[in-house]
């Protein structure tokens, strides 16, 4: 619910068959990060945090949101909060230190991750959150904490995509196309 296009978010759900594959160049990027996200994960555990409710599934049947967080982290205390782990080349982690620096960035996916983890934390009934982002040059870690004043809005939004979309699927009729961009370029349903 973070992509720009609430188009694209409709036909994700109504043809995803026809959805492009990822390349198979892009697909190892993605499996690779599965296991980076495990290794991630014992470094965090090593390091005294502790893990729990790892990929556990979420569903908000009213909007029709479903997703599976990474896991839920807490340091020394017994209070859980979202994590959502993000591999990065080394140029995106240098530019990204703030909810800012997501918000304006010139790549769809880094602007969508905010929108990942306001959601976890709306549907988790959590106060705050935190993405943690991992280098993939020298696997430095840093991470960004949202709190509740943070994702408001960026919730509020998806939330509205989410009834635009479910609209768009109950009347059969897909909703607008955002305004063309070079992005257009390289969706997926294109």
């Known amino acids: 619910l973070g992509h720009p296009c609430t188009r ?17 160049e892009l697909q ?15 470094r965090l555990e090593e390091a005294g945090f502790r893990i729990q409710e790892q990929q556990r599934a979420f569903e908000w049947k009213e909007y029709q949101i479903t997703g599976h967080i990474d896991a839920f982290i807490a340091e020394n205390g017994s209070n859980f909060y979202p994590l959502e782990i993000k591999h990065l080349n080394q140029f995106d982690w240098e530019k990204l230190n703030s909810k800012e620096d997501f918000l304006k960035a010139d790549k769809v996916w880094l602007q969508k991750y905010p929108t990942q983890i306001a959601l976890y934390m709306l549907m988790a009934s959590k106060e705050n959150g935190v993405l943690l982002l991992v280098n993939k040059q020298n696997f430095q870690m840093k991470e960004i904490w949202f709190g509740l004043d943070d994702i408001l809005t ?25 305004p063309f961009s070079e992005q257009c370029l390289k969706c997926d349903f294109f």
Request: aromatic content about 10%.
């Open 28 to 42: 190892t990027i993605f499996d690779a990060g599965v296991e980076l996200e495990k290794w991630t994960l014992r």
């Open 8 to 24: 694209y978010l409709y036909y994700l759900r109504t043809a995803w068959q026809e959805r492009a594959l990822p390349s198979p």
């Open 154 to 178: 960026i919730g509020e939004t998806a939330l509205k995509k989410a009834e635009a979309v479910n609209k768009a699927i109950k009347t059969n009729i897909p909703p607008p196309r955002m």
